[in-house]
């Protein structure tokens, strides 16, 4: 007999291949996605460039150099991308329409199986929006090459970034159980995530309140968190471990709310028949 | 005679159904006031944006806070008019011919187009971008001590004017070319985001982004150039403005025009 979470996970696979067949019949989305990522990256990097364009070698506000400070709003812009797992909208769309009650009946969890739906998006993304939007400026700007052991931190704070942005998606989704104006909503969400994730601008460069605000909040794990490791920005091996066991809290956090928002969503859940 | 009571015809529709568009506002009221909340958040993050990039320098091509601010305001005016009338634009590119609804709008007694856009007349949205734009226009403006000639009072109403037709050329454009392709939004989508460079100076930009900006796809004209005569008095670009305007709703409006007669409908 197999152990239990092996069996667990195989009743979920389906959904991710099913996840991956969908797609095929969206591909504008990645269309929609990378013009987004491009032209986002492109107005945050021209602008920054032109504050840092006159500073010294050795650095400038918030110690960032010009290499620097476009390598870190560039591999923002790619983040985000990761974290587009159109979850909140699949979400708010099953509720608003009814879908949902269909999935309750079968013997799996919803918010497990839109988790792993959203996987295949998420690879979709990295490798057909993330990587040709990183090509294209590096192309265009020279970009600070990261030590192989930052690469390796990053690639692993990358992970943790993309279940934190998961566990937000789908708790803008479930706001579908209060209202049906989830557009407004997930407006909202945007650009309160993309402000104090750090993806606009880096945490190291908003004043001291507004700072402490944003490293204190579950959105520094999905930007700025994966940043400072991937550019060496931390305080030896205890600083890098810190923004590690950050990202770890909140991702276990955030899983617990979605849990218990998710039961007690399911109590007020009313679907007219038809 | 006849042009004249068809003008008038239409006047009177306008009306009616902008009426008809406000009266929505009553029925949906949280949806009204949560999208209003959600674009005044968004316009928030990006004047703080603004702000913090200034609390590192004075200066960012050329172009002070107070400055900058007041083109992020500007820009949203001829975004906000135009928003209040063509946002059906969306569904045509969306929906309409792949699902075969596009129709409807051919067998009315008024023009396609008008049919088209009178569906949803008064957006709430627009409203949010115009009062928020022109607060940020009058605190910058007032901070800057800017004093307006006569000449540029009197054309600043006219940019607005023009840069909404420019924004809905555009949209018109885009949202025709599913006529060809069954659903465009993909390619209207990527349209709307180029617009969003314009929020900021054109200046910081690259020279290509820069000419595609002001003579492909030309949203400078939306903002960077009536803002920059109005800044400084410079008249460089903004001689080109009607120019620019006028060849892009002549070209939307022959695509329009084009998708019309080669559009098959499903039959049902």
């Known amino acids: ?274 | 005679m006849s042009a004249w009571s068809t003008a008038a015809r239409y006047a009177r529709l306008s009306w009616f159904l902008g009426g008809v568009g406000l009266h929505r506002l009553t029925a949906y009221r949280l949806d009204f006031l949560l999208g209003a909340g959600a674009f005044l958040v968004r316009v928030g993050v990006q004047t703080a944006v603004v702000g913090l990039v200034f609390r590192q320098v004075p200066v960012v091509g050329g172009w002070s806070y107070h400055e900058v601010v007041f083109l992020l305001g500007f820009s949203l005016l001829p975004r906000g008019l135009d928003h209040l009338f063509t946002d059906q634009l969306w569904e045509l590119s969306r929906k309409l011919v792949q699902r075969g609804e596009f129709y409807r709008h051919l067998v009315r007694p008024v023009s396609p187009l008008f049919s088209l856009l009178s569906e949803r007349f008064l957006h709430p949205d627009g409203f949010g971008e115009l009062i928020v734009g022109a607060a940020l226009v009058g605190w910058s403006g007032s901070h800057l001590d800017l004093d307006l000639t006569a000449t540029q009072w009197a054309l600043a109403p006219l940019f607005v004017l023009c840069g909404a037709l420019i924004h809905s050329a555009v949209k018109l454009l885009f949202a025709s070319l599913s006529f060809w392709t069954v659903t465009s939004l993909p390619a209207m989508y990527a349209a709307n985001q180029v617009s969003e460079f314009t929020s900021y100076p054109l200046d910081i930009y690259h020279p290509t982004l820069r000419a595609l900006l002001t003579w492909v796809l030309p949203f400078a004209f939306t903002s960077y150039v009536p803002c920059t005569y109005l800044l400084t008095g410079d008249t460089g670009l903004v001689v080109w403005l009607p120019v620019v305007t006028a060849g892009a709703v002549a070209l939307a409006l022959a695509v329009w025009r084009r998708g019309l007669t080669i559009h098959d409908t499903t039959g049902s």
């Not at chain 1, 013997?107 to 998006?121: D, I, K, N």
């Not at chain 1, 979709?124 to 040709?132: E, G, S, T």
């Not at chain 1, 939007?133 to 704070?157: C, E, W």
């Open chain 1, 1 to 274: 007999m197999k152990p239990p979470t092996m069996r667990a996970v195989r009743a979920y696979l389906p959904f991710a291949t099913g996840g991956l067949q969908s797609l095929l019949q969206y591909r504008s989305m990645f269309v929609i996605t990378g013009m987004t990522a491009a032209a986002g990256a492109a107005v945050t990097v021209f602008l920054w460039r032109a504050v840092y364009a006159d500073t010294p070698a050795d650095g400038g506000p918030g110690g960032f150099t010009l290499t620097g400070i476009t390598t870190y709003l560039l591999v923002a812009q790619v983040l985000q991308v990761l974290h587009t797992n159109r979850v909140d909208d699949e979400v708010a769309a099953e509720v608003y329409r009814g879908d949902v009650a269909v999935m309750l009946v079968r013997p799996v969890s919803y918010p497990l199986v839109r988790f792993f739906a959203s996987l295949p998006v998420v690879a979709a993304n990295a490798v057909l929006v993330a990587v040709p939007v990183l090509v294209l400026f590096a192309l265009l700007v020279p970009l600070t090459v990261p030590r192989p052991g930052d690469v390796a931190l990053f690639a692993l704070s990358t992970v943790f970034s993309v279940l934190i942005a998961f566990c937000v998606n789908l708790l803008t989704g479930m706001t579908g159980f209060v209202t049906t104006n989830t557009w407004g909503v997930r407006m909202v969400k945007q650009s309160v995530v993309a402000f104090f994730a750090g993806q606009l601008v880096p945490i190291a460069l908003m004043p001291q309140p507004l700072a402490a605000l944003a490293r204190w909040l579950p959105f520094r794990g999905m930007v700025d968190g994966p940043l400072t490791l991937l550019l060496g920005r931390y305080d030896g091996a205890a600083g890098a471990l810190q923004v590690l066991v950050q990202q770890v809290g909140w991702v276990l956090g955030l899983g617990a709310v979605c849990a218990v928002l998710w039961r007690a969503a399911l109590g007020r859940l009313e679907v007219l028949g038809g």
